[in-house]
């Protein structure tokens, strides 16, 4: 689970914030829960939607 992704929706419902960068709400789900990595293209429309840099996603979860 990417509980730092959680954390900044900010009270947005996964399905705004899927709406607003043009995913599906399963997908964003998918991806808040981290069962599915998203493609770069993804990352940055998701990140740009957040305010946070698209490599995020990429990082270490452990670190």
């Known amino acids: 689970m990417r509980k730092w992704l959680i954390d900044i929706r900010?009270?947005?419902t996964q399905a705004q914030?899927?709406?607003a960068a043009g995913i599906t709400q399963q997908m964003y789900?998918?991806?808040e829960l981290g069962e599915r990595?998203?493609?770069v293209e993804v990352a940055k429309k998701i990140?740009?939607?957040m305010?946070?840099?698209w490599t995020r996603f990429f990082e270490d979860e452990e670190a």
């Open 29 to 31: 789900s998918f991806i």
């Open 51 to 53: 305010g946070f840099h």
């Open 37 to 39: 990595r998203p493609s």
């Open 17 to 19: 914030i899927a709406k």
């Open 10 to 12: 900010n009270g947005r």
């Open 47 to 49: 990140a740009a939607v």
